[in-house]
């Protein structure tokens, strides 16, 4: 129900498959008509200027318009967004490259680009009148879960691998949450989701398995766009496990064209998802080596949020790669430490084995002439290393 502290210009949802409409007023997890991802429509044409932008709070919530919260006073916050754009000079000069930027989303709360999206899906699920949410993680989802669900006064249940580093099964107890443990990778962390839900008392926020995530999520690239004086990357480069931000992204700046905070006509960068070599299931369907990710069967990586074995939004993530003429690769557990060593000693930056996983790839591509050095680089790092240490310890020597 729209009140009086209604910003959002939200329309409606569409599933992503058939384009259904659906409703927007109330809590959904997939389409009602093809178990699809549903995705948030928005009145572009009553939205404002991006000069509005100016003086606002830097946050995430300065783009409340495009964001689907109807009622200000459901906002669940703790300060997400605005993550730092930082130039790589040192590893810039070291290949070659003109221009290589990394955004930091290991700043955020909680310490990675989760806290977005579970901001925006408890927010939603505040104000839709859930009872509580769940959710299987490989660990840094589970923690925002937790952590946002306490500030707005819901119960959390987290369900994640054994092996996740007991640094994240930790932070979900402190905030409250009840974690239970599976034996597996998140697929059959999202199995015993089913079970303990079947009766759908709480709201399950898989990835893509309800819209709002992914609208938290798509900030990151209304975000790089306006940190860059809305000049765009020649090619960003993200790591790609369940996918959503990857998707996210791409529908942001769909949307800044259509706002014409973009021109209609500017081109929009190559996309590429990173994936790791042990749980590479994009890849292996890009590459035409399964006919997609239905049976492909993973195992665990020191990434832990790069094991997902059958993403949902695969069919998105191939979308984005073939709008955008981009590409996916896996890069190996002992290339992730290098990439890790690189950033930690060149430019002080101690990334998730995510985010190192990206700079490798663009090692990678540039090695093979998909990427050029005169290409303006962007890398998407996704979290802290501080909590990977149970997986990284001891390998920081080459």
């Known amino acids: 129900m729209l009140t009086a502290t209604t910003t959002s210009r939200l329309s409606g949802l569409h599933c992503s498959r058939c384009r259904t409409p659906h409703e927007a007023a109330r809590l959904h997890t997939v389409s009602a008509c093809c178990a699809a991802p549903l995705l948030a429509d928005y009145d572009l044409s009553t939205a404002p200027p991006r000069s509005a932008l100016a003086g606002r709070e830097a946050s995430m919530w300065r783009y409340h318009e495009l964001l689907p919260l109807q009622d200000e006073a459901h906002r669940v916050s703790l300060g997400e967004g605005m993550t730092p754009l930082l130039p790589l000079p040192r590893l810039a000069a070291r290949y070659g490259l003109r221009a290589v930027q990394l955004k930091d989303e290991g700043q955020n709360p909680t310490g990675s680009f989760k806290a977005r999206g579970l901001s925006m899906a408890v927010s939603m699920a505040r104000e839709l009148g859930a009872a509580g949410c769940i959710i299987p993680t490989a660990g840094n989802a589970g923690v925002a879960l937790a952590a946002y669900c306490a500030r707005a006064g819901l119960p959390a249940t987290v369900v994640m691998p054994r092996h996740t580093p007991a640094a994240f099964q930790e932070e979900c107890r402190w905030y409250g949450a ?6 597996g990778l998140i697929n059959d962390c999202a199995a015993r989701v089913r079970q303990l839900n079947v009766a759908g008392q709480l709201l399950d926020v898989s990835t893509l398995k309800e819209p709002y995530r992914i609208e938290g999520k798509k900030t990151m690239g209304y975000e790089l766009a306006e940190q860059n004086d809305w000049r765009l990357p020649d090619v960003i480069l993200y790591p790609a496990g369940g996918g959503t931000g990857l998707i996210g992204i791409w529908k942001a700046l769909r949307e800044m064209q259509a706002l014409g905070w973009l021109p209609r006509e500017a081109k929009l960068p190559r996309m590429v998802a990173v994936q790791a070599q042990s749980c590479c299931p994009l890849v292996e369907t890009l590459a035409g080596r399964q006919p997609d990710c239905r049976h492909y069967q993973g195992r665990p990586t020191i990434a832990n949020g790069l094991a997902v074995p059958r993403p949902l939004g695969e069919a998105l993530m191939l979308q984005v790669l073939a709008e955008s ?16 060593r690189e950033l930690a000693r060149l430019e002080g930056l101690f990334v998730a084995p995510e985010g190192a996983a990206v700079w490798m790839a663009a090692r990678q591509l540039l090695t093979a002439g998909w990427l050029r050095p005169d290409e303006d680089i962007l890398l998407l790092n996704t979290g802290s290393a501080q909590k990977y240490l149970a997986n990284v310890q001891g390998r920081h020597a080459d």
């Open 325 to 340: 003429n981009g590409t996916a690769l896996a890069i190996s557990d002992e290339d992730m430490l290098t990439g890790m």
């Open 178 to 183: 009840e974690v239970e443990l599976v034996d």
